[in-house]
T-cell receptor
Framework: DAKTTQPTSMDCAEGRAANLPCNHS???????VYWYRQIHSQGPQYIIH???NNETNEMASLIITEDRKSSTLILPHATLRDTAVYYC??????????????FGKGTRLSVIA | EAGVTQFPSHSVIEKGQTVTLRCDPI?????LYWYRRVMGKEIKFLLH????????ESGMPNNRFLAERTGGTYSTLKVQPAELEDSGVYFC??????????????FGPGTRLLVL
């Protein structure tokens, strides 16, 4: 799986959009971009994933650049409960058997009132 | 639909004792994973079951750790004897199994283990 690079930390004002970047310059055409988050004292929570098209669900939007070398997770209206560590993970879409997730250090997002 | 559950939520034991962690995956999920996070470190993979078979146990730190998944339902992770460095949070995750397509993993709340 391709390596991803994320900023160590970010702040966001409550009610504003939080835009979390991720670089994955060596991503292959077969790799999805997955986003998880870990709120303090909880298990990692799946947020969204995409291959090359932008994706949106009830939690967030995922914008992937045309060359797929980077992406941005957008939380449209951040709340205090969105304070967490956010992980961007590249993972092969197809494999002979399901593979584990490889977590990096992630981005610590602090939503400020 | 119930999510992944783990028991106990916390465990405090003394060095040399044995602890058994349990994970109940989402019903129907053939894939079950164990991960752990030790203090100050990243979340690391331990092992992966497909039904009752161990698919990948490359992340198991040593032979003091034994994972089982009899019957392909719930799984247990036993640490015997526990050492101080085993302290951390142990997460379980599960996913469906549909041929070669990689499925999304869903995590449990974790078991916080403290070895004194």
């Amino acid at each position: 799986d391709a390596k991803t690079t994320q900023p160590t930390s970010m702040d966001c004002a409550e009610g504003r959009a939080a835009n979390l970047p991720c670089n994955h310059s060596t991503i292959s055409g077969n790799e999805y971009v997955y986003w998880y988050r870990q709120i303090h004292s909880q298990g990692p929570q799946y947020i969204i994933h995409g291959l090359k098209n932008n994706e949106t669900n009830e939690m967030a939007s995922l914008i992937i650049t045309e060359d797929r070398k980077s992406s941005t997770l957008i939380l449209p209206h951040a709340t205090l409960r969105d304070t967490a560590v956010y992980y961007c993970i590249a993972r092969a879409a197809f494999h002979s058997g399901n593979t584990p997730l490889v977590f990096g250090k992630g981005t610590r997002l602090s939503v400020i009132a | 639909e119930a999510g992944v559950t783990q028991f106990p939520s916390h465990s405090v034991i003394e060095k040399g004792q044995t602890v058994t962690l349990r994970c109940d995956p989402i019903s129907g999920h053939d894939n079950l994973y164990w991960y752990r996070r030790v203090m100050g470190k990243e979340i690391k993979f331990l092992l992966h079951f497909v039904k009752e078979s161990k698919q990948d146990e490359s992340g198991m730190p040593n032979n003091r750790f034994l994972a089982e998944r009899t019957g392909g339902t719930y799984s247990t992770l036993k640490v015997q004897p526990a050492e101080l460095e085993d302290s951390g949070v142990y997460f379980c995750a599960s996913s469906q199994n549909r041929g070669g397509l990689q499925e999304t993993q869903y995590f449990g709340p974790g078991t916080r283990l403290l070895v004194l």
